[in-house]
């Protein structure tokens, strides 16, 4: 990737890419431990950011599912997994939408 | 995820989102197979979506590695693979920067 990409240039989709990698760390850097989310931090940027894609889900589980090694905080990759699941949640409707 | 979200209601985050699964159909509906790739189109989505952070980046390598079936199209799943590898990158950019 080119070294700095001046935010101004970047295209939509470089945009979307780079403001979801700025949700995980405007609640990762809350604390000290800047590179991983807590449990609250994690369910903290779920309740502002994924309101309606993350409806009605259950917090502990969808966190149990995540926290693939169980250390009760949740790195980039994690974070990244639920990130996928939803883009695949929004394709299925999408899908769905343009053969109805 | 709740039925239909209307597209007004979502969040930034939740754009994104959306936005990055639109630009996958943008580029594959303009074929009969609208839930693939073909390599041209994927070679068009990137050269128009992703021309910084793909910058340099060779498309016939950057496509083997991608299409894992080696089927000579691009299902969703290989296309967020990418989406998952530009996350990354720009992830290691911004911590870099903070780190500044």
Redesign the interface.
């Known amino acids: ?2 070294a ?2 001046s935010a101004t ?17 405007d609640c990762s ?1 809350k604390d000290a431990d ?2 991983n989310l807590s449990l609250g931090e994690f369910t903290e940027l779920v309740k ?9 889900v259950n917090m502990e589980d969808k966190i149990k599912e995540l926290d693939t090694n169980n250390d009760k905080q949740m790195k ?1 990759s994690e974070y ?1 997994k639920l ?2 699941e ?6 299925r ?3 769905a ?2 053969q109805c």
Do not use: S
């Open positions: 990737m080119a700095e990409q240039k970047l295209t939509h989709a470089e945009k979307c890419i780079r403001d979801l990698v700025q949700t995980f760390y850097r800047q590179e502002k950011n994924f309101p309606h894609y993350l409806e009605g980039f990244w990130i996928g939803l883009a695949k949640n929004a394709k409707c999408e899908k939408k343009h």
